[in-house]
């Protein structure tokens, strides 16, 4: 079964205090790695796909990273306003259509 | 702004009633999925629309329905409302089905049931 575990469940840092997250997944054949941010009662704001082990991508404070049984969220020197649910989903190559299969996200608090 | 727009935003309604939630896709987008979001289960995936047909379904329950109609606008049917259909209901877009997967989320429904 298609399975996609995130961790921690929750992460609370100081600001600028830089750390990871960690997306740990178990298909039959991945398609793409996604990660979204949610804020609080609205909708996963899409922030980057990952096709390929090795592959990365940066934006601002976040780069995500693939390897061929996890990705990683990198934040550099968070600051408040990332404080935010981020998910990990992926698609199979085995499933008719397009749906996701979500992971249950990690809760980041940043203090300042 | 996602592009993705859906209607309501709240919904209160009792038990056994029926809702509709409209879900109108991003510009040029063909496909729709509609997700479900509660606080034990996390985002699930109900069933997806590719231009008119349905393409994929989860674990959607035989009470729901979902149409796409030609002006590529969806709405999810829920007919015999539970509490425990009480939830955060997604639509998401993406061009269809060729290398852009990255699916766009609306602001979502919220749905009472009580």
């Known amino acids: 079964e298609d399975q996609v575990t995130q961790s921690p469940e929750a992460l609370r840092l100081q600001e600028g205090e830089s750390s990871s997250l960690n997306c740990s997944y178990t298909?039959?054949?991945?398609?793409?790695l996604f990660w979204y941010r949610q804020d609080p009662g609205k909708g996963p704001e899409f922030l980057f796909t990952?096709?390929?082990a090795g592959e990365e991508k940066e934006k601002e404070r976040l780069k995500a990273t693939l390897t061929k049984k996890e990705s990683f969220l990198h934040i550099t020197a968070p600051k408040p306003e990332d404080s935010a649910t981020y998910l990990c989903?992926?698609?199979?190559?085995?499933?008719?259509?397009?749906?996701?299969?979500f992971g249950q996200g990690t809760e980041l608090s940043v203090k300042p | 702004d996602s592009g993705v727009t859906q209607t309501p935003k709240h919904l209160i309604t009792a038990t056994g009633q029926r809702v509709t939630l409209r879900c109108s896709p991003r510009s040029g987008d063909l496909s729709v999925y509609w997700y479900q979001q509660s606080l034990d289960q996390g985002l699930q995936f109900l069933i997806q629309y590719y231009n008119g047909e349905e393409r994929a379904k989860g674990n959607i329950l035989e009470r729901f329905s979902a149409q796409q109609f030609p002006d590529l606008h969806s709405e999810l049917n829920l007919s015999s409302l539970e509490l425990g259909d009480s939830a955060l209901y997604f639509c998401?877009?993406?061009?269809?089905?060729?290398?852009?997967?990255?699916?766009?989320f609306g602001p979502g429904t919220r749905l009472t049931v009580t």
């Open positions: 298909v039959s054949g991945l398609r793409g």
């Open positions: 990952l096709y390929s």
């Open positions: 998401a877009s993406s061009p269809g089905q060729g290398k852009s997967y990255e699916q766009y």
């Open positions: 989903a992926v698609q199979t190559v085995y499933n008719q259509g397009g749906k996701l299969i």
